[in-house]
């Protein structure tokens, strides 16, 4: 009986590992790419962490070029886009959290600073961007 009941009990854990395995992977979906607001911003992640960020104001576009650090594996899930080398956030970084609302899909919030802590805990509406992989 003591037999059987460890035999439940170690596939209870590793079903338990799987699916917390699996919930896992589908947080950490692939980044690379070009990705867009559809309101004037584009961001291109490279697969060696670099990423250029554009924003158009008209005719006008204005670049970024940046690095990124990408934590699928936290809850919601962590991106960072840092090393501005000019505008207001030159010398800071953009400490963010993101959640995919499909494959092709992310929302985006983030705040400003030196230190991880002002991450933010939930998307605030007033400043959530989604971003939609294009083709």
């Known amino acids: 009986m003591v037999a059987g ?6 596939v209870f854990w590793l079903g338990f590992l799987f699916l917390s395995a699996c919930q896992n992977t589908q947080n950490c979906r692939d980044l690379i790419g070009i990705w867009s607001n559809r309101e004037g911003q584009k961001l291109i992640f490279q697969k060696d962490n670099s990423a250029l960020w554009l924003f158009q104001f008209g005719s006008r576009t204005d ?5 990124y650090k990408y934590d699928c594996k936290k ?19 953009l400490f963010g ?20 802590e002002i991450r933010p805990k939930s998307f605030n509406l007033e400043q959530v961007q989604t971003f939609i992989k294009s083709k």
């Open 5 to 10: 009941f460890f035999k439940i009990q170690s």
């Open 63 to 67: 670049s970024f070029f940046i690095t």
């Open 75 to 93: 809850q919601p899930a962590a991106l960072d886009l840092s090393n501005f080398a000019s505008g207001s956030l030159a010398g800071k970084t």
């Open 97 to 116: 959290i993101l959640e995919w609302t499909n494959d092709s899909s992310f929302r985006f919030d983030a705040e400003p600073g030196n230190s991880p």
